[in-house]
């Protein structure tokens, strides 16, 4: 295991950066040069290739971060990316152009995205997903794959590390510690940048907070807003979205700094329309937002489904057995409180596949008698009582779905019903839908210039990343690799376009 991969670990069992002796740059945040080319504001997944080319082009680049350690999201996600036309691809003679990665992006998403940043990322994003490759990433033997989790591709185009994307950062982390030792990149760590400097309208620079709580001053001739999105920022999910967050999975720094920041300055935003919970999950906690603990199989291509699920007035609301998961998310998005319960009774429980595929039998057993999300009772009424689902009607739903399986007419259409659910002890289990990304963005024009809801340009100011949302490069449904992959791929060509290079 890589010492990355092991940080990963610590950092995700909350030993802190400082613990494990990692850089602070701290202190000289009031000591360095007042005056940059470009400052780039966090340094994670779109901030360090924007870091990285900039500085490689000679400019006096400032990445300021608020965590001790860049990275950002990387240390948590899955780092699944998607690409057309790759040397990955052409050895593998796999016939695929970005114009077939847009037209399967508009077609998962419904035409749902926004077609100016889709094409600006898959017209770039072969480009990108080489020189990563290039400079060490290895993607998993079998990949390119046509899909995972999301809604599948028409080609295989789909790949990522073994680690997610600590793979990616293991890349790219040394590639920005290089330059930082030329002395062409600064990286300022532990430090907030809180407010945008204008003059006459046009954004300057940057008013910063270190960690000892001195706010320091910086002046740059282009400002590149890189600070990730609002998702572990609750009351700001609800503000821009309109959806509560349940989930408590995105990394703590995706704070919707950079959002504050530019709407201060005249933005807007845009997607909210788009916003979609991903498949559920169990989560560990009644409180929200809550850590996920862990998940039933719901995917019926990996484990036919033996149980009905149900919202809380007791209905059903889909076919269990449906193959796509962009439906079956959409359906879920519309149930109250984005929440579902798995219903079944101890016959199944004994002769179906185990749910919970990280969890032995035992534990799940055990989970009856202490998990908040697991409940068993002797009749339906009481169960019901108990998960605090409406009882007549889960008494109403369970017959007629008794009634379906036994004349092989499901009401919702579902063709996969092994057993009634006829005799108690019967068992809910209580899943959540919710989103670890944000899907409202900040909204920038085909140069990723951030604009005004008129169209102008705000002269000076840049983003890119989580920050322009998953309702735009991905729409209203989860398109896969379509977060992590623009997020470096606008990275690095803001690092390009802001810096031409010297003829
Ligand atoms: C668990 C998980 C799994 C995922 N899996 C995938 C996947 O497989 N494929 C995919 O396409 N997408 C995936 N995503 C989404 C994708 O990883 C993110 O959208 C993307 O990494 C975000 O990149 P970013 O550069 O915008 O933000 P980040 O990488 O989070 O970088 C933002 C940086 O800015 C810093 N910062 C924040 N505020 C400030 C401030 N005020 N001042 C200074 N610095 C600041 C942060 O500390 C952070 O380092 C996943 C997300 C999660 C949470």
Same mark, same amino acid.
């Given at each position: 295991?890589?010492?990355?991969?092991?940080?990963?670990?610590?950092?995700?069992?909350?030993?802190?950066?400082?613990?494990?002796?990692?850089?602070?740059?701290?202190?000289?945040?009031?000591?360095?040069?007042? =005056?940059?080319?470009?400052?780039?504001?966090?340094?994670?997944?779109?901030?360090?290739?924007?870091?990285?080319?900039?500085?490689?082009?000679?400019?006096?680049?400032?990445?300021?971060?608020?965590?001790?350690?860049?990275?950002?999201?990387?240390?948590?996600? +899955?780092?699944?990316?998607?690409?057309?036309?790759?040397?990955?691809?052409?050895?593998?003679?796999?016939?695929?152009?970005?114009?077939?990665?847009?037209?399967?992006?508009?077609?998962?998403?419904?035409?749902?995205?926004?077609?100016?940043?889709?094409?600006?990322?898959?017209?770039?994003?072969?480009?990108?997903?080489?020189?990563?490759?290039?400079? @060490?990433?290895? %993607?998993?033997?079998?990949?390119?794959?046509?899909?995972?989790?999301?809604?599948?591709?028409?080609?295989?185009?789909?790949?990522?590390?073994?680690?997610?994307?600590?793979?990616?950062?293991?890349?790219?982390?040394?590639?920005?510690?290089?330059?930082?030792?030329?002395?062409?990149?600064?990286?300022?760590?532990?430090?907030?940048?809180?407010?945008?400097?204008?003059?006459?309208?046009?954004?300057?620079?940057?008013?910063?907070?270190?960690?000892?709580?001195?706010?320091?001053?910086? +002046?740059?001739?282009?400002?590149?807003?890189?600070? /990730?999105?609002?998702?572990?920022?609750?009351?700001?999910?609800?503000?821009?979205?309109?959806?509560?967050?349940?989930?408590?999975?995105?990394?703590?720094?995706?704070?919707?700094?950079?959002?504050?920041?530019? !709407?201060?300055?005249?933005?807007?935003?845009?997607?909210?329309?788009?916003?979609?919970?991903?498949?559920?999950?169990?989560?560990?906690?009644?409180?929200?937002?809550?850590?996920?603990?862990?998940?039933?199989?719901?995917? %019926?291509?990996?484990?036919?489904?033996? =149980?009905?699920?149900?919202?809380?007035? /007791?209905?059903?609301?889909?076919?269990?057995?449906?193959?796509?998961? &962009?439906?079956?998310?959409?359906?879920?998005?519309?149930? %109250? &409180?984005?929440?579902?319960?798995?219903?079944?009774?101890?016959?199944?429980?004994?002769?179906?596949?185990? /749910?919970?595929?990280?969890?032995?039998?035992?534990?799940?057993?055990?989970?009856?008698?202490?998990?908040?999300?697991?409940?068993?009772?002797?009749?339906?009424?009481?169960?019901?009582?108990?998960?605090?689902?409406?009882?007549?009607?889960?008494?109403?739903?369970?017959?007629?779905?008794?009634?379906?399986?036994?004349?092989?007419?499901?009401?919702?259409?579902?063709?996969?019903?092994?057993?009634?659910?006829?005799?108690?002890?019967?068992?809910?289990?209580?899943?959540?839908?919710?989103?670890?990304?944000?899907?409202?963005?900040?909204?920038?024009?085909? #140069?990723?210039?951030?604009?005004?809801?008129?169209?102008?340009?705000?002269?000076? !100011?840049?983003?890119?990343? =989580?920050?322009?949302?998953?309702?735009?490069?991905? @729409?209203?449904?989860?398109?896969?690799?379509?977060?992590?992959?623009?997020?470096?791929?606008? @990275?690095?060509?803001?690092?390009?376009?802001?810096?031409?290079? #010297?003829?």
């Amino acid at each position: 295991m890589s010492t990355l991969t092991l940080l990963r670990r610590r950092f995700l069992l909350g030993v802190s950066s400082a613990a494990l002796g990692l850089a602070a740059g701290t202190s000289r945040a009031a000591s360095l040069p007042k =005056e940059w080319d470009v400052i780039i504001v966090g340094g994670g997944t779109a901030g360090l290739p924007a870091a990285i080319f900039s500085a490689r082009r000679g400019a006096r680049v400032l990445v300021i971060e608020a965590s001790k350690q860049i990275g950002g999201t990387l240390f948590l996600s +899955t780092g699944q990316m998607s690409a057309a036309g790759t040397e990955m691809q052409k050895r593998q003679s796999i016939q695929d152009t970005p114009q077939m990665h847009f037209d399967d992006v508009m077609r998962i998403s419904h035409k749902t995205a926004d077609p100016t940043l889709v094409k600006l990322a898959v017209f770039n994003a072969a480009q990108t997903f080489d020189w990563l490759t290039a400079n @060490g990433l290895k %993607p998993l033997p079998e990949h390119p794959v046509l899909g995972l989790a999301h809604e599948p591709y028409s080609a295989r185009r789909y790949a990522w590390g073994k680690d997610g994307g600590m793979s990616i950062l293991e890349v790219i982390e040394p590639m920005a510690l290089a330059e930082e030792k030329t002395g062409r990149l600064t990286i300022q760590r532990g430090t907030r940048v809180r407010e945008l400097l204008t003059k006459n309208g046009t954004v300057v620079g940057v008013r910063a907070e270190d960690d000892g709580g001195k706010m320091v001053e910086f +002046t740059g001739r282009s400002v590149v807003l890189t600070s /990730g999105g609002y998702a572990s920022n609750p009351k700001m999910f609800y503000e821009l979205s309109g959806h509560k967050q349940y989930g408590n999975a995105s990394y703590p720094y995706s704070q919707g700094d950079g959002y504050t920041m530019a !709407l201060a300055v005249g933005a807007y935003t845009r997607g909210a329309q788009n916003y979609v919970c991903g498949s559920p999950r169990i989560m560990a906690e009644v409180d929200e937002p809550s850590p996920p603990d862990t998940r039933w199989q719901t995917y %019926p291509e990996r484990r036919a489904p033996w =149980e009905i699920q149900v919202n809380a007035n /007791g209905k059903r609301y889909l076919a269990e057995d449906n193959l796509s998961v &962009d439906e079956r998310e959409h359906l879920l998005t519309k149930q %109250p &409180d984005m929440r579902t319960w798995l219903i079944f009774d101890q016959a199944i429980f004994d002769k179906a596949p185990k /749910g919970i595929e990280d969890w032995d039998q035992a534990k799940i057993v055990e989970a009856f008698n202490r998990h908040p999300m697991f409940k068993k009772a002797d009749t339906l009424a009481e169960l019901a009582a108990k998960a605090g689902i409406d009882a007549t009607n889960l008494q109403a739903t369970v017959a007629a779905y008794n009634a379906g399986q036994k004349s092989g007419k499901d009401e919702f259409g579902r063709k996969h019903m092994p057993l009634p659910i006829a005799k108690g002890p019967f068992y809910s289990i209580r899943q959540q839908g919710f989103s670890i990304t944000s899907a409202v963005g900040i909204a920038v024009n085909d #140069k990723l210039q951030v604009i005004r809801k008129d169209g102008s340009v705000i002269p000076g !100011l840049y983003a890119a990343g =989580e920050i322009l949302g998953s309702g735009q490069t991905m @729409g209203s449904s989860a398109v896969g690799g379509m977060m992590v992959t623009p997020a470096l791929t606008f @990275g690095r060509l803001l690092g390009q376009q802001l810096v031409p290079l #010297k003829s």
